[in-house]
Nanobody, 120 residues
Framework: QVQLVESGGGLVQPGGSLRLSCAASGSIFSINAMGWYRQAPGKQRELVAGITGGGSTNYADSVKGRFTISRDNAKNTVYLQMNSLKPEDTAVYYC??????????????WGQGTQVTVSS
């Protein structure tokens, strides 16, 4: 089993910044891709940013140039730096990752979510 613990959410004014962290623990042999998703009230969960095991990144068009995803493999942690936040970024943010407990046994795990509210 793998546990993901997110932190860093909160209330911020428009134009402000937040940094989300997601630390993984448990039976981890290796980690493939990791990502951040978000879900606003009444909307479907959507991909915000992803990062492969090799460090390649991809972003939703709505956050390009404002958000940056990164990872620290030594700490089994993925980060999301969010700048120039807008009210429409308000959502519950979830991290996930493709974790392997051996070279052939991998599964997707999700964090519990952290609330980000952008409001004046």
């Amino acid at each position: 089993q793998v546990q993901l613990v997110e932190s860093g959410g909160g209330l911020v004014q428009p134009g402000g910044s937040l940094r989300l962290s997601c630390a993984a623990s448990g039976s981890i042999f290796s980690i493939n891709a990791m990502g951040w998703y978000r879900q606003a009230p009444g909307k479907q969960r959507e991909l915000v940013a992803g990062i492969t095991g090799g460090g390649s990144t991809n972003y939703a068009d709505s956050v390009k140039g404002r958000f940056t995803i990164s990872r620290d493999n030594a700490k089994n942690t993925v980060y999301l730096q969010m700048n120039s936040l807008k009210p429409e970024d308000t959502a519950v943010y979830y991290c996930n990752g493709d974790f392997c407990r051996s070279s052939w046994a991998c599964n997707i795990y999700w964090g519990q979510g952290t609330q980000v509210t952008v409001s004046s």
